[in-house]
């Protein structure tokens, strides 16, 4: 009786378990999620829909670039300037390039071949054969409008990631940095929209979707965004890409100094007025411009805890009746307004006295 007994607990189990299976298994082959209720649908506030259509209208004009060097492949970012098959980038993206590929965001890919470069400004040219693509190329803004605050967008395929959009503030302006040679590009803007590398040669937009800048670098010890990125003035794309794409190159008016801003240590051991405000020239290159024009540079040098600071020299207040308050305010000038055999009119200050010095600017060497 007993074995009867165990033997039907044991059925009863394996029934019960087969039948809850069963209901499991059927229960989820059964149900059917209920429709999301309206109100759950997110609805895009102004500013992400105007992000979304910005990005949607500029994507079919920004490019993905990749390279073949001697030494290996590199990539970057780009954008069209004009119908002709034009695109902009940065030099240091396409430089020493033995092949260059570009791709758009449908996906078509096409060889390019460089028109001009300028190490000088970090910008270079490409073109592509437009009979199998439709340009659409990008408006440049005003840069000298652009400001602390402004939102700004950068587009571009940071790390091999294509066609990524980061957005984030104009942090500064006017900043200056180093270009491949001796000399700075100036009134770079910075931004805290993440810059990383693959985005150089990419536009950085307002959010009407015109280029303020060309991203060009990052500050950072990890060699990925940190917050600090910079972006070559729409300004001085306008000014150099014509020339690139005429003659392959871009001559950059010369002076042929070395000096710094003029500091308070200076004024104060050279008795100078507290308002006096200029560039210290520490030394004139031979046979330069300025060499010719008569400029003086000094020998002398002021110690202070942070730097050795040129004592004596001339002082360079203004150039064509523009005050000169920094040596950022003079590369400023002389890139954003003058060109190779312009002669301009700097008032200079030596010896207790103001005078005008004409200098015929040379080329950049």
């Known amino acids: 009786m007993m074995k009867h007994l165990k033997m039907w607990f044991v059925l009863m189990v394996a029934f019960l378990g087969v039948a809850f299976s069963a209901y499991v298994v059927g229960a989820q082959t059964t149900t059917r999620l209920e429709p999301l209720p309206s109100a759950s649908v997110y609805q895009p506030n102004a500013q992400e829909q105007a992000l979304n259509a910005v990005y949607d209208t500029v994507t079919q004009s920004v490019v993905n670039i990749n390279i073949v060097t001697s030494n290996g492949s590199g990539s970057g970012s780009g954008f069209v300037i004009d119908t002709n098959g034009h695109i ?29 470069r300028d190490p000088d400004s970090d910008l270079a040219v490409i073109r592509v054969n437009t009979s199998s693509v439709n340009l659409v190329p990008l408006e440049l803004a005003d840069s000298e409008t652009a400001f602390v605050g402004q939102s700004v967008m950068a587009i571009g395929s940071p790390f091999g990631q294509d066609f990524t959009l980061t957005t984030g503030i104009v942090s500064a302006i006017d ?17 805290d929209a993440a810059i990383n590398p693959g985005n150089s040669g990419g536009p950085l937009l307002d959010l009407n979707g015109r280029v303020i800048g060309v991203n060009t670098a990052i500050l950072s010890r990890t060699n990925s965004g940190s917050g600090i990125g910079f972006a070559v003035p729409s300004n001085q794309v306008r000014r150099v890409v014509p020339y690139l794409i005429a003659n392959g190159e871009y001559q950059h008016s010369w002076l042929g100094i ?3 801003t003029l500091q308070v240590e200076q004024r104060n051991v050279m008795e100078l007025p507290d308002d006096m405000r200029g560039v210290m020239v520490a030394s004139v290159a031979n046979d330069g411009p300025a060499a010719r024009a008569g400029l003086r540079g000094t020998q002398e040098g002021l110690n202070t805890q942070f730097d050795i600071l040129p004592l004596n020299g001339d002082i360079i207040t203004s150039i064509n009746g523009v005050p000169i308050g920094s040596m950022s305010d003079l590369i400023s000038y002389l890139a954003g307004n003058t060109l190779p055999n312009d002669t301009i009119t700097m008032q200079v200050y030596r010896q207790g006295q103001l005078f005008d010095v004409p200098v015929t600017l040379g080329v950049r060497p």
């Open 175 to 191: 900043r200056s940095i180093a270009a491949d040679g001796n000399y700075n590009i100036p009134d770079v803007i910075q931004t």
């Open 258 to 260: 070395s000096g710094s």
């Open 88 to 116: 902009v980038t940065n030099n240091h993206v396409i430089e020493g390039a033995r092949f260059i590929q570009v791709r758009f965001a449908d996906d078509t890919s096409l060889s390019a071949e460089l028109v001009g």
